[in-house]
């Protein structure tokens, strides 16, 4: 199974900041297959990118993905209150799909 | 606008079976394939399966000698099944639409606990 590795565990930001998340594979992800999604407490994780790069419909431009092969990143521009959550990579080029341990963005 | 609605039995004795459904509400049933997810404090997000409206199956070689996931094109839902259940299969299940590989919507999730 590919072992995805997120970085930060945690990371404090305060408003209108910038976040960069990081997503590590332990081998290749067949063809950048590579998905972010959002999870806030109580609710159901949301799925932002896709294709590593593709914002999902609805998603505001401030969320940006990047990276390709193992090391993949998302990217919030300029963080609003509702952007504190759980962030989640997941990968599907091969299976089975597997999903990071996460990193929380809190308000600092 | 699709949305997906769960249920099922929440708690739960070792070796008893979990069960759980999903109802998919708009969109196209036939077009995608339907997955199950599990969230536990312990493993984070588990990839269960999943199944096509044709009933093809693709099983986390982790559970799947416990697992069955089953459609019913008919009534535009698909269950899972998982037998055998211990403490470590205690998480909040969630039902989700496939598009390509990702996952998106969710249900809004099941607490299922098992405990004697």
């Known amino acids: 199974d590919i072992v995805l590795t997120q970085s930060p565990g945690t990371l404090s930001v305060s408003p209108g900041e910038r976040a960069t998340l990081s997503c590590r594979a332990s081998?290749?992800?067949?063809?950048?297959?590579l998905a972010w999604y959002q999870q806030k407490p109580g609710q159901a994780p949301r799925r932002l990118i896709y294709?590593?790069?593709s914002r999902a419909t609805g998603i505001p431009d401030r969320f940006t993905g990047s990276g390709s092969g193992t090391d993949f990143s998302l990217t919030i521009s300029r963080l609003e209150a509702e952007d504190f959550a759980v962030y989640y990579c997941?990968?599907?080029?091969?299976?089975?799909?597997?999903f990071g341990q996460g990193t929380k963005v809190e308000i600092k | 606008q699709v949305q997906l609605q769960q249920w099922g039995a929440g708690l739960l004795k070792p070796s008893e079976t979990l069960s759980l459904t999903c109802a998919v509400n708009?969109?196209?049933?036939?077009?995608?394939?339907w997955s199950w997810i599990r969230q536990s404090p312990g493993k984070g997000l588990e990839w269960i399966g999943e199944?096509?409206?044709?009933?093809?199956?693709n099983y986390n070689p982790s559970l799947e000698t416990r697992v069955t996931i089953s459609v019913y094109t008919s009534k535009n839902q698909f269950s899972l099944k998982l037998n055998s259940v211990t403490a470590a299969d205690t998480a909040v299940y969630y039902c989700?639409?496939?598009?390509?590989?990702?996952?998106?919507?969710w249900g809004q999730g099941t607490l299922v606990t098992v405990s004697s």
């Open positions: 989700a639409r496939g598009l390509s590989g990702t996952l998106s919507p």
């Open positions: 708009g969109g196209s049933f036939r077009d995608h394939y």
């Open positions: 199944i096509s409206h044709s009933g093809r199956t």
């Open positions: 081998q290749t992800v067949s063809r950048n297959y």
């Open positions: 294709g590593a790069s």
């Open positions: 997941q990968q599907y080029g091969s299976s089975p799909r597997t």
